[in-house]
T-cell receptor, first 113, second 111 residues
Framework: DAGVIQSPRHEVTEMGQEVTLRCKPI?????LFWYRQTMMRGLELLIY????????DSGMPEDRFSAKMPNASFSTLKIQPSEPRDSAVYFC???????????FGEGSWLTVV | GEDVEQSLFLSVREGDSSVINCTYT??????LYWYKQEPGAGLQLLTY?????DMKQDQRLTVLLNKKDKHLSLRIADTQTGDSAIYFC???????????FGSGTQLTVLP
């Protein structure tokens, strides 16, 4: 199994630009999570999907952030416009129906200058 | 992760045992997890324990759960330099599918 695949692994962008992060969950998993990791706030849940439907987006910081899951094998997290305080590591994770184990991708390391 | 607390740092000598502690506050937690994060890498699931268990062992790793005190620990036997990483405790509450993480414990293994 290839695990959770995220792209890009690293991105440096200028303030005001649009950023799109991508995630391919483990095949057969029906829950997908987006987390953000920063030094100040640690690991925070942004949003999670179950069967492609957003269930809890209360962690999404503001309207500049949006997430979609058009099908079971793909999700995007978009930031528009990006700001320096969005600099963080963004992790995607997935789990199966039983939900006992949640597997993380390698993360997308975002720097907004 | 203010509801899941961990000490920030732990240093041990190579070959010694490491014990990383975690406390949580939600009595409805059903599963508790330990993840490992090496520099520049993602979170690797090490092990997890169901809340009706009090111990789980997996090779060098032993998880102890004291549900009464809401205390979880991870013991790493014969700690090696490759075990140097940040270790995160996480809880899954009730029927929720997402995890709530602690702040992580930086384990440093000294030669």
């Amino acid at each position: 199994d290839a695990g959770v695949i995220q792209s890009p692994r690293h991105e440096v962008t200028e303030m005001g630009q649009e950023v799109t992060l991508r995630c391919k969950p483990i095949s057969g998993h029906n829950s997908l999570f987006w987390y953000r990791q920063t030094m100040m706030r640690g690991l925070e849940l942004l949003i999670y999907f179950n069967n492609n439907v957003p269930i809890d987006d209360s962690g999404m910081p503001e309207d500049r952030f949006s997430a979609k899951m058009p099908n079971a094998s793909f999700s995007t997290l978009k930031i528009q416009p990006s700001e320096p305080r969005d600099s963080a590591v963004y992790f995607c994770a997935s789990s199966s129906h039983s939900g006992n184990t949640i597997y993380f991708g390698e993360g997308s390391w975002l720097t907004v200058v | 992760g203010e509801d899941v607390e961990q000490s920030l740092f732990l240093s041990v000598r190579e070959g010694d045992s490491s014990v990383i502690n975690c406390t949580y506050t939600d009595s409805s937690s059903t599963y508790l997890y330990w993840y490992k994060q090496e520099p520049g890498a993602g979170l690797q699931l090490l092990t997890y324990i169901f809340s009706n268990m009090d111990m789980k062992q997996d090779q060098r790793l032993t998880v102890l759960l004291n549900k009464k005190d809401k205390h979880l620990s991870l013991r790493i036997a014969d700690t090696q330099t490759g075990d140097s990483a940040i270790y995160f405790c996480a809880e899954r509450r009730g029927s929720a599918r997402q995890l709530t993480f602690g702040s992580g414990t930086q384990l440093t293994v000294l030669p």
